[in-house]
C-alpha cells in the first residue's frame, strides 16, 4: 500500500493503484465478455476509483462496454487523529504522526452486493484475500451473513 500511496500523491490522485490491471483486462476482455466471466480484483489500492476510470477509458477506445462496480471504505486516513491516542499493541509505540495510507480490510460482503447489481467487474481497495472468492460465492448461493454453517 505505501508504494501505491506514494504514486497516489506523486501523481495528484490519478494513481495509486495496481496499472498493470487495466492492460491485463483489455488483453484479455474478448475472452472475459465472450464468455461472460465476472473479474474480481483489489487492483484499486488506494483509488479504486482511479482504476475504475482507467480501465473504463482503456476499454471505451477498444469499443467496449462493461460495468465496472467499486468498493470503497476501507481507507481510514481522515480517522487518523482518532488513532492518535492508540499504542501499536506489542511495541507500545505511539501511532505515526505522519501517514501515507491507512486502511482497513473489508470483507466479502461488499462485493456480493456490486455483482447483485450486475457488475461485470469488481474492484477493490484493501480487504481480506479470502473476500475475492467469498464474495462471488456469496453472490452466486444466495448466502447470508447469518448463516454460519
Not at 506514494?6 to 495509486?16: E, I, N, R, V
Not at 467496449?64 to 492508540?86: H, L
Not at 457488475?119 to 479470502?130: A, E, L, M, P
Request: charged content about 25%; some cysteine; glycine content about 12%.
Amino acid at each position: 500500500m505505501a508504494i501505491m500511496a506514494k504514486a497516489f500523491q506523486k501523481s495528484k490522485g490519478k494513481l495509486g493503484f495496481a496499472t498493470d490491471f487495466v492492460g491485463l483486462v483489455v488483453r484479455n476482455i474478448k475472452a472475459i465478455k465472450g464468455q461472460g466471466v465476472k473479474v474480481v480484483v483489489n487492483a484499486g489500492g488506494v483509488n479504486p476509483r482511479g482504476c475504475r476510470d482507467a480501465l473504463q477509458e482503456a476499454l471505451k477506445k477498444v469499443g467496449v462496454s462493461m460495468k465496472i462496480g467499486i468498493v470503497e471504505g476501507d481507507d481510514q486516513r481522515d480517522r487518523a487523529p482518532e488513532f492518535a491516542k492508540i499504542k501499536e499493541m506489542y511495541s507500545g509505540e505511539n501511532f505515526p504522526s505522519k501517514i501515507m495510507s491507512c486502511n482497513a480490510y473489508l470483507g466479502a460482503f461488499p462485493i456480493a452486493n456490486a455483482l447483485a447489481q450486475g457488475c461485470d467487474i469488481v474492484i477493490t481497495g484493501r480487504v481480506v484475500d479470502s473476500a475475492l472468492v467469498l464474495g462471488p460465492l456469496i453472490h452466486e448461493y444466495g448466502w447470508k451473513n447469518t448463516e454460519y454453517n
